[in-house]
């Protein structure tokens, strides 16, 4: 009876493929940080984010790693073992060791500080990479710290190939009425307070996060829970209101 009642239930991982009965929460300092600092708006409010299911218990991979690992499962399916140039931009150690498992991968990685990535580059100007030179690119939690990122986006733009596509994510604030973005503003609290994190510089606001990347050269395609299905969704545990944006060539 046990497995029968417990079964349907199970939550399990894409990146790791272990199955358990739930995934782990966000860490309490943000929700200390959050309170302590009076911020004006939920984690909740995130478009991308599992506060309650979090982090994977066996490999820690994050609800967007495992967002992301259902794309990259049934993207390489389609390519057949076609070779698959990856560059990974900030790695975030568990996805980056699965990127390294998709078949006829070739990955490279690229920071502009982590001693742990192949390349040291700056994302506005990555002249070491030629034009089209990567079939899969993915930006995730990248550009919400950077400046300029218009320029970053024309590069990435510039360097994927042809019928390549970009995993391209940001932190969205579902709710906000225009993106908010000052770089002049180096108080850690006050970041925090306005942009969600000590180092970013900005909060999007989805409408305007879509045209920044069209102006920058991309079509996106937003992938979301009626891509996937409701089912897989919550074997996953990805929230109902998530969104995986690929960016192509326009
Ligand atoms: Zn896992």
Redesign the pocket.
């Known amino acids: 009876m046990e497995g029968a009642i417990k079964g349907p239930c199970m939550k399990s991982?894409p990146?790791?493929t272990?199955s358990f009965p739930n995934f782990l929460p966000l860490p309490n300092s943000y929700f200390d940080t959050f309170h302590r600092l009076n911020v004006s708006y939920s984690l909740d409010q995130f478009e991308t984010l599992n506060v309650g299911q979090y982090s994977?218990p066996?490999?820690?991979?994050s609800d967007r790693d495992r967002l992301y690992a259902l794309f990259l499962k049934a993207y390489v399916q389609q390519r057949s073992g076609q070779a698959l140039r990856v560059l990974d931009i900030a790695p975030a150690p568990r996805l980056s060791q699965f990127l390294k498992s998709l078949p006829g991968v070739q990955y490279r990685s690229a920071d502009l500080m982590s001693p742990l990535a192949d390349d040291k580059v700056d994302i506005t100007q990555m002249d070491c990479y030629a034009d089209g030179s990567f079939d899969l690119i993915v930006c995730s939690h990248v550009l919400e710290h950077v400046p300029d990122d218009a320029k970053a986006i024309r590069e990435l733009n510039r360097i994927l190939a042809p019928n390549g596509v970009a995993i391209l994510m940001v932190p969205i604030l579902l709710g906000l009425q225009q993106t908010d973005e000052d770089p002049s503003v180096t108080d850690v609290n006050e970041r925090w307070r306005r942009f969600g994190q000590d180092d970013h510089i900005r909060m999007y606001e989805r409408e305007d996060f879509l045209k920044r990347l069209r102006a920058g050269g991309f079509q996106v395609k937003s992938l979301n829970v009626a891509t996937f299905g409701r089912e897989i969704f919550r074997q996953c545990g990805i929230t109902e209101q998530s969104v995986l944006y690929i960016g192509q060539h326009s």
């Open positions: 991982c990146i790791c272990h994977c066996v490999c820690q991979a």
